[in-house]
């Protein structure tokens, strides 16, 4: 018994690295007019609750253009969305410092829906 326990002093003792915590993400679709459903609001609030708790971490909203080339309209409807998380983000106390709306460009085109993805990440 003696030896379990000076076993786990010397583990306690020894510092450990703080966890990394996972990168969170997630995908709104692109919206003309029409405000944010229930579920993306939803999903807004749970990255909201980790920038919360993390003052240090940023938000990236990412533009995905599917195989749709990125004309006026497009561009138009993707800064739209982006605003609208924006507003949502600092209505809510997160400062306007620490989210980075992307620029859509060709390099955006992929096999995926289009919308926007929305990325917590450390800086």
């Known amino acids: 018994l003696a030896a379990i326990r000076k076993q786990a002093d010397a583990s306690a003792a020894q510092p450990r690295p703080a966890?990394?915590?996972?990168?969170m993400e997630t995908r709104i679709r692109l919206h003309g007019k029409a405000e944010l459903s229930h579920n993306e609001r939803a999903r807004l609030r749970r990255l909201w609750r980790?920038?919360?708790?993390?003052k240090k971490l940023v938000v990236d909203l990412l533009p995905q253009l599917g195989t749709q080339d990125p004309d006026a309209d497009i561009v138009a409807t993707i800064r739209h969305?982006?605003?609208m998380i924006e507003r949502f983000m600092t209505d809510r106390g997160i400062p306007a410092r620490r989210?980075?709306?992307?620029?859509?460009?060709?390099?955006?085109?992929g096999q995926g829906s289009?919308?926007?993805?929305?990325?917590?990440?450390?800086?």
């Open 19 to 23: 966890p990394v915590p996972p990168r």
């Open 50 to 54: 980790a920038l919360i708790a993390d």
């Open 81 to 83: 969305t982006q605003d």
């Open 99 to 109: 989210l980075f709306p992307v620029w859509p460009t060709q390099a955006n085109r």
């Open 114 to 123: 289009i919308g926007i993805r929305v990325e917590v990440r450390q800086p």
